[in-house]
């Protein structure tokens, strides 16, 4: 599934477990979140460089 393979696709670029990143349903009918099960220290300057390199 598509969703499956963003999570495995972020998980890869975050150096993470692939089973650290999952896609939930949020309150929202077609809303969905990505949970990512790592520590907030390690996983919000990963995000920051990831957004970094991806931007224009």
């Given at each position: 599934?598509?969703?499956?393979?963003?999570?495995?696709?972020?998980?890869?670029?975050?150096?993470?477990?692939?089973?650290?990143?999952?896609?939930?349903?949020?309150?929202?009918?077609?809303?969905?979140?990505?949970?990512?099960?790592?520590?907030?220290?390690?996983?919000?300057?990963?995000?920051?460089?990831?957004?970094?390199r991806n931007s224009p």
């Open positions: 599934r598509a969703s499956e393979a963003v999570c495995r696709a972020l998980a890869a670029s975050l150096d993470l477990p692939a089973r650290s990143v999952s896609l939930r349903s949020g309150g929202a009918s077609r809303e969905k979140l990505l949970f990512v099960a790592a520590a907030a220290e390690r996983v919000g300057p990963l995000l920051d460089a990831l957004a970094e």
